[in-house]
């Protein structure tokens, strides 16, 4: 069992508050002739709409592909999304019926994971700058403070 990163995607990376991630795995009863990407992308979208019925909106999203098995394609998915609790079985159900309706076998949850404060990397990255401007600033007024004082005058010529 050798999965791949197929598609990793960050939305909504404002947000800030509740969340909950969820890691679960689904198989392709066939080799997927679709493809990875379309799996991935009309995955994304079905997991978007099903997340808005229940109030909530998707933060992360990551679908893992295995090919070694000869008659399936296997997945592993890790969604991160805003509100809590969410029903994550009727969401995943509903997702994948969208897609790829009796073709999917039921997915299996791997992991349901609570995050009490959800911070992305966009408001993580302004206080990160925020810091080094602090730090900076200070630098450079401590080099300005500490420069050797010259005589004023016209130099000597020797």
Request: glycine share 6%; aromatic share 12%.
């Amino acid at each position: 069992m050798s999965y791949n990163l197929v598609y990793s995607k960050l939305l909504n990376q404002n947000y800030t508050g509740h969340a909950e991630q969820c890691n679960y795995t689904f198989t392709v009863n066939k080799p997927d002739q679709l493809g990875a990407y379309w799996t991935a992308r009309e995955s994304l979208e079905a997991h978007i709409a099903e997340l808005q019925e229940q109030g909530s909106i998707i933060l992360e999203y990551e679908l893992w592909e295995d090919k070694a098995p000869t008659w399936s394609t296997d997945y592993y998915c890790i969604i991160v999304a805003s509100a809590s609790p969410l029903f994550w079985s009727l969401l995943i159900l509903g997702a994948l019926a969208l897609i790829f309706g009796l073709l999917v076998v039921i997915p299996v949850i791997k992991m349901i994971k609570e995050i009490t404060e959800y911070v992305g990397p966009v408001a993580a990255t302004a206080v990160s700058f925020a810091i080094v401007g602090i730090i900076g600033i200070t630098l450079i007024g401590m080099i300005y403070l500490m420069k050797p004082k010259l005589p004023k005058g016209k130099p000597s010529k020797l």
